[in-house]
Structures are given as C-alpha cells and as structure tokens.
C-alpha cells in the first residue's frame, strides 16, 4: 500500500517509540559497551571502533568518556562526583599483557591516551550514560534499575557510580567488593551487579567506573574494558 513521505516518517517514528518502550522492559538499549561507535536514537550500534595502533591516535569511542585532566586528582574515591571536565575515553590497541580485544566481539579496550604505554600513579575515571524511559511496555513508569555486567581493568577498578548532575545526586553502587577485581585481573573478566544507589527519574543518569593506578610499580599501561548484560534492565 503507497503511503505519503509524511505518514511514513511517523510510522517509522512510531515503530521506534515502540521498539525502544518494547526492549526497555528487557533491557536497555543506550547502555553501551566499550569500544563501540556512537550510539543511535534507538540504541547502541554493536559496532566497534577500529583500534589506534601502539603509541596512540585519533579513535576514540563513541560513548564513554574519561575524567581530564588524568588522573583524577580525588582526595577519596567519593570525590569522583564532583569531577565535570571529561573528554571522550580512546580506543587503543590493548597491551599485550591484557585480555585481548579478540576474546569478545562485543567490545573493546578503552584507555587515556596512549594508555597501553606508561601512564602516572592515580585515579583515572570513565562514565557513560544511558537513558531512562518515561514509560516501560505495558505503561509502568521505571521505579529502578539493575545493571549487570563484566569487566577488566588495569589496575583495579576500585566501584562504580551512579550520577544525576541535574538533581545533584551521587553515590556508589551498593554490595560490590571493593575492589571490584584484583590488581592483576586485566587478563580476565570481573563480573558486577547492582541496582540504583540514586533515585532514577527520565533524562540520561551517568555510570562512573574509577581505575586505580597503583603506584608500587611505578608509570605502567592502564585501561578498562566492560560489557553489560542483557540482563540489565528497569523496574
């Protein structure tokens, strides 16, 4: 059946609206792994973005960025809440002491720039953001939300937190080791599970992932690298 351009744009619109309230109640669609490419209106792409070589360049991913300048100067991991000057995280080629990017094709290791080589002592923090429906299939409004997920990191990541910048609020995910993985477990996944430590009203609440670099063995690489599950979702 011929329709106008105009009915067809707002079908396809509608078929959109649909889709997102339709997967928001099994997942959630914008909450992206690292590496990958900018995520579109409906969700994250899946595809990743090519490495830069060793010793760094242009690539950088398309929806997790990094506390600048690194690291981070905290005075305690709680302070990560009051950072506000991030750029976005780069995709480099791993170190090869770490997991390597070919044991998963869902992401990809995201560092500071350059940061397979030799990086200063410190905190250094990534965040992403992901969006919160007004409305979940079958007209419940989101009251929560679990995440849960896998990652790896050199060194430890020390917790993760949720942000509302715009109600002011920030706290750390509950019932999570601290750390989350060991210093030396860049070579396998660590997996997480919370639900909201904040209130979750609609807009795009923030994760925050704090990396510590250890100081015993001086400058060395760092990075992180984390994939949610699909068991991650609203309530």
Same mark, same amino acid.
């Given at each position: 059946?011929? $329709?106008?351009?105009?009915?067809?744009?707002?079908?396809?619109? $509608?078929? &959109?609206?649909?889709?997102?309230?339709?997967?928001?109640?099994?997942?959630?669609?914008?909450?992206? +792994? !690292?590496?990958?490419?900018?995520?579109?209106?409906?969700?994250?792409?899946?595809?990743?973005?090519?490495? %830069?070589?060793?010793?760094?360049?242009?690539?950088?991913?398309? +929806?997790?960025?990094?506390? %600048?300048?690194?690291?981070?100067?905290?005075?305690?991991? @709680?302070?990560?809440?009051?950072?506000?000057?991030?750029?976005?995280?780069?995709?480099? !080629?791993? %170190?090869?002491?770490?997991?390597?990017?070919?044991?998963?094709?869902?992401?990809?290791?995201?560092?500071?720039?350059?940061?397979? =080589?030799?990086?200063?002592?410190?905190?250094?923090?990534?965040?992403?953001?992901?969006?919160?429906?007004?409305?979940?299939?079958?007209?419940?409004?989101?009251?929560?939300?679990?995440?849960?997920?896998?990652?790896?990191? @050199?060194?430890?990541?020390?917790?993760?937190?949720? &942000?509302?910048?715009?109600?002011?609020?920030?706290?750390?995910?509950? @019932?999570?080791?601290?750390?989350?993985?060991?210093?030396?477990?860049? !070579?396998?996944?660590?997996?997480?599970?919370?639900? +909201?430590?904040? &209130?979750?009203?609609? =807009?795009?609440?923030?994760?925050?992932?704090?990396?510590?670099? +250890?100081? &015993?063995?001086?400058?060395?690489?760092?990075?992180?690298?984390?994939?949610?599950?699909?068991?991650?979702?609203?309530?």
């Amino acid at each position: 059946m011929f $329709l106008p351009t105009s009915h067809k744009t707002m079908l396809h619109a $509608l078929s &959109a609206m649909l889709l997102f309230a339709t997967m928001a109640a099994a997942e959630i669609p914008t909450l992206c +792994n !690292t590496g990958q490419t900018h995520e579109a209106g409906s969700g994250c792409t899946g595809v990743l973005a090519p490495p %830069n070589p060793t010793g760094g360049g242009p690539n950088r991913d398309g +929806n997790w960025v990094l506390a %600048n300048p690194y690291p981070s100067p905290l005075t305690s991991p @709680d302070s990560v809440c009051e950072l506000k000057s991030f750029v976005p995280a780069w995709v480099d !080629t791993p %170190n090869g002491a770490w997991l390597p990017n070919s044991s998963s094709t869902a992401s990809e290791w995201i560092t500071p720039y350059d940061g397979e =080589g030799d990086l200063a002592p410190g905190w250094y923090v990534y965040a992403t953001k992901f969006l919160v429906p007004t409305v979940l299939y079958g007209g419940t409004i989101p009251t929560g939300v679990t995440i849960s997920g896998h990652l790896a990191s @050199d060194n430890s990541t020390y917790g993760i937190y949720m &942000a509302n910048p715009a109600a002011s609020l920030c706290s750390p995910a509950r @019932d999570l080791p601290v750390p989350i993985n060991p210093d030396s477990s860049f !070579t396998e996944w660590s997996e997480f599970s919370f639900t +909201n430590p904040i &209130a979750i009203t609609p =807009g795009a609440p923030l994760l925050l992932f704090v990396v510590v670099q +250890n100081a &015993a063995g001086g400058d060395t690489p760092t990075g992180l690298r984390v994939e949610f599950f699909s068991t991650s979702s609203f309530f």
